[in-house]
């Protein structure tokens, strides 16, 4: 039997393991390898001047630029250290809206005017500014065609790295990208922007508490879920290459009903992987420290320590880049969609979030000395307030196709956001509330928090349901999609907390210039706050539907899709956030808010074309031959004077055949007049890919899972999920 499905498993089962690279390889050690192909502090150290190691250092924690005399002698030691590595080419490495990152390359290489001198060139200027063809990469209407031109610009906190593509190796230089007039066209300018603002704000309310605290930093640990797939496989089902996910398949009996896949150990093909990935990430500096598996079968997850957000948003970026050239060294493919197989658990992000002062004290975490309590106590309430109010905008930020197939489906959190902080916060949280600003209730409210420490973070660990869940020492956003960018809440909750700590900062002047003292007053703000919040705040079970009814009493928003969760980018309580803390122009939004939006409608547009060729290409062929099959089968029986009564079997398969048949070509049919349609707006469009295109789709994955099933196992053409999920 040889057809595309029956050839992939062939492959598969051939594959000898000389084809499975670093199966018997030592591993190095960590310390050995780690961050060499990363123009580190120490890098610098040798190949600059101390005078211009100390100007850049200088820049890199003021943030204040460098001027181009240093720039220039920033990209002679990066150009030696990199030739020196042996690189050959440099490339401007940034992060367009499309959520994955891009890169121009360039050789060192060039000849001298004149006479032609072959010389290794780096200049200030092209470490500082390059212009990639802007046009192809996302804008949301900020460019016109006639000014397409974007530019990147050089992020100096992010230290530049080598790549390694096969013998290739490429200096990057990590950049923002913008247009010619500074707009930002990605999610690193916006980011830096609001950890700047964040940092600021948070400042002067930590030296309330601190006064040597001289810097705030804010930091991210990611953890991201993955799926891998044989190469063989992912190559003879043209709708994993095409949209990430399968459109159709029978979910196999097995999948994840046995739950034996969690903390099991992991198969050796994928451990192999998942070593050669992780020598790869320590090159880079990346300090992967987790990896285990996932619940569903052939998903894994991997996690970092965290590091300082804008880093650690580059090394995800990176990471995710990484996972797919490793794989391909490894005959296998990484799916990175939010929900590649049906009935099977998708994959999310974690962000996990907080700030630290520059000698790493952690604002979110509870300490055993009560002045500190204060202080972890006003930064989280004050978190919590900032998520109350823009709960709509931080949904907004996680919103795509791929991740409405994971949010409020009973696996991930839904869409309604809730915060969970354990029940002895929530014992203390309560205390704040009911008590007064009295100076025995700041000693009660300390006082209980003081037991904290030992408890908090088992019992904070485990709601698993909730997408904004606070876990001992930082707090976890659960809804982030694996495929997207960490950057784009991580932005949101920013500026939102910088603006809710400037509030209080304010409020707090307010009520110290009236005589209260600090302490009463600090609490009864918090006191305040926490009244107006506390309807975000929820311990139960985010997947059951009481919840939901719940949510909707307390007047919390849930916005299960993309096109009404965007909404929120509109609101005019957003524009102001965001411009008046200088993240995000209106202009900028807008193009944000477009990006999104038309991010959604092409998804949908390239799934249902996709959807109908898998139909008329595989599914409706291998089902029409199974109905010959059976007429055959049926007319011979009849032929040799069979009843009726006795091919009652038969006659049955072939109408649920025929019907499935007729219902998949009837709806592709439908499919295509509808995308033939054109559109006043992207808003009316995505409205119908919302509620006709995706329904539709519903529809025929349904049918062809009949014909699926009905069909003889030897004429099926596409690997199914059985052989997807458990063939390694
Ligand atoms: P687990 O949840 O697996 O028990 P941890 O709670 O230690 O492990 O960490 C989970 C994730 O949270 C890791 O990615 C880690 O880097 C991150 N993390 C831990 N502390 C912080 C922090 N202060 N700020 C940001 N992320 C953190
Ligand atoms: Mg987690």
Not at 96 to 101: C, E, K, S
Not at 255 to 269: A, E, T
Request: charged letters at 25%; aromatic letters at 8%; one cysteine or more.
């Amino acid at each position: 039997m040889s057809n595309t499905r029956f050839s992939a498993i062939d492959i598969l089962l051939n594959r000898s393991t000389l084809d499975m690279p670093y199966q018997d390889k030592p591993t190095p050690q960590v310390s050995s390898i780690f961050g060499q192909n990363v123009f580190n502090d120490q890098a610098m150290a040798r190949f600059m001047t101390k005078a211009t190691y100390n100007k850049v250092k200088s820049a890199i924690s003021t943030g204040k630029k460098l001027d181009m005399k240093t720039a220039g002698m920033v990209a002679e030691a990066m150009q030696k250290w990199a030739m020196e590595k042996g690189a050959t080419h440099f490339a401007h490495w940034f992060q367009p809206l499309t959520g994955r990152t891009a890169e121009k390359h360039d050789s060192f290489f060039d000849l001298t005017p004149g006479d032609g001198q072959v010389i290794e060139r780096f200049s200030a200027k092209d470490l500082a500014q390059q212009e990639p063809d802007g046009s192809s990469f996302p804008g949301g209407g900020l460019r016109t065609t006639f000014e397409a031109r974007g530019y990147t610009a050089w992020d100096p906190s992010s230290p530049a790295f080598i790549y390694e593509v096969g013998q290739g190796k490429t200096l990057c230089v990590p950049t923002i990208f913008v247009t010619y007039s500074g707009e930002s066209l990605d999610y690193k300018l916006p980011l830096l922007k609001s950890k700047a603002f964040l940092e600021a704000a948070a400042l002067p309310v930590i030296q309330l508490f601190d006064k040597k605290a001289k810097k705030i930093i804010t930091t991210l640990g990611w953890e991201q879920e993955f799926f891998v797939v044989d190469e063989a496989l992912y190559n003879a089902r043209p709708d994993l290459m095409a949209t990430g996910r399968t459109l159709l398949g029978r979910a196999s009996s097995k999948g994840q009903m046995l739950d034996d896949h969690y903390f099991g150990s992991i198969p050796s093909r994928v451990f192999t992987y998942m070593r050669d990935l992780e020598m790869e990430c320590y090159k880079l500096g990346i300090p992967v420290r987790t990896r285990h598996n996932e619940v569903a079968p052939s998903q894994f997850e991997f996690a970092p320590v965290f590091e300082e957000v804008n880093l650690a948003v580059d090394h995800n970026q990176l990471l995710m880049d990484l996972m797919e050239r490793v794989a391909e060294r490894h005959k296998l493919k990484v799916l990175l969609h939010e929900k590649p197989y049906k009935d099977v658990n998708g994959s999310g992000k974690h962000n996990n979030w907080s700030m630290a002062t520059d000698t790493g004290t952690n604002l979110l975490s509870p300490g055993d000395v009560p002045g500190k309590n204060l202080r972890f106590l006003t930064f989280f309430v004050n978190t919590i307030k900032a998520v109350y109010d823009h709960a709509d905008l931080l949904r907004a930020t996680v919103a795509s196709a791929s991740n409405d197939h994971r949010l409020g489906a009973q696996e991930a959190p839904p869409a309604i956001i809730s915060v969970f902080v354990g029940s002895q916060l929530t014992e203390v949280l309560e205390n704040i509330i009911k008590g007064k600003s009295s100076q025995e209730n700041v000693q009660k409210v300390l006082g209980l928090l003081e037991r904290l420490p030992d408890l908090n973070l088992d019992s904070t660990d485990r709601n698993r349901t909730s997408p904004f869940a606070f876990t001992g020492n930082k707090f976890e956003i659960r809804m982030v999609g694996s495929s997207m960018n960490c950057a784009s809440p991580m932005l949101a909750l920013n500026t939102m907390v910088g603006k809710q700590l400037n509030t209080f900062y304010d409020d707090l002047q307010k009520l110290l210039a009236k005589g209260k003292k600090q302490n009463e007053a600090i609490l009864s703000l918090l006191a305040k706050y926490l009244k107006a919040s506390k309807n975000i705040l929820f311990e139960g079970n985010n997947y059951g539907i009481e919840w939901t009814k719940e949510a909707k009493k307390r007047g919390l928003s849930n916005n299960p899709s993309t096109p009404d969760a965007l909404q929120a980018f509109n609101e005019a309580k957003v524009k102001k956030l965001f411009s008046e803390s200088g993240v995000f122009s209106n202009r900028e939004l807008k193009a944000h808010y477009n990006t999104m939006m038309e991010n959604y409608i092409s998804r949908l547009t390239i799934e249902s074309t996709k959807l109908a060729h898998l139909c008329y290409e595989y599914v409706l062929p291998a089902g029409i031959q199974q109905q010959s099959i059976l007429a055959e089968n049926i007319a011979a029986l009849k032929n040799v004077g069979f009843k009726s009564s006795s091919i009652k079997a038969q006659m049955d398969i072939l109408r649920k055949l025929n019907t499935a048949i007729n219902k998949i070509h009837v709806d592709s049919q439908k499919l295509e007049k509808l995308k033939a349609k054109s559109h006043t707006n992207a808003e009316h469009h995505a409205e119908i890919c919302k509620t006709k295109i995706k329904p539709l789709m519903e529809n025929i994955r349904t049918n062809a899972e009949i014909i699926e099933f009905y069909v003889d196992d030897n004429l099926w053409p596409l690997p199914k999920y059985r052989e997807l999920l458990f063939l390694r």
